[in-house]
């Protein structure tokens, strides 16, 4: 079983910057990638970022530019930096891990709330 605490959200205004942290424990052997997705209030749950335990990445069309998604793999951490932070990115953002047999684990979710 993989557990993961998100942390780093917050409120800021449009053009900040925030960082959130993704803590992964638990059996990390078997994850081949992880992510984050968001949803914000009465839509669905949207692809945010990806990172594969090769370090490739991608991203939504509409962070792409704005958004970086890294890991510390000694910390088991994964990170997705947010610039030029826009309202419309105002959602739950929650960190995911795909383990090599098709199960997908994810974390509580971190309110990120951006004021224009």
């Known amino acids: 079983q993989v557990q993961l605490v998100e942390s780093g959200g917050g409120l800021v205004q449009a053009g900040e910057s925030l960082r959130l942290s993704c803590a992964a424990s638990?059996?990390?052997?078997?994850?081949?990638?992880m992510g984050w997705f968001r949803q914000a209030p009465g839509k669905q749950r949207d692809f945010v970022a990806i990172?594969?335990?090769?370090?490739?990445?991608n991203y939504a069309d509409s962070v792409k530019g704005r958004f970086t998604i890294s890991r510390d793999n000694a910390k088991n951490t994964m990170y997705l930096q947010m610039n030029s932070l826009k309202p419309e990115d105002t959602a739950v953002y929650y960190c995911?891990?795909?383990?090599?047999?098709?199960?997908?684990?994810w974390g509580q979710g971190t309110q990120v709330t951006v004021s224009s």
């Open positions: 995911y891990a795909d383990a090599a047999i098709g199960s997908r684990h």
């Open positions: 990172i594969t335990n090769g370090g490739s990445t």
């Open positions: 638990g059996s990390m052997s078997n994850i081949r990638a």
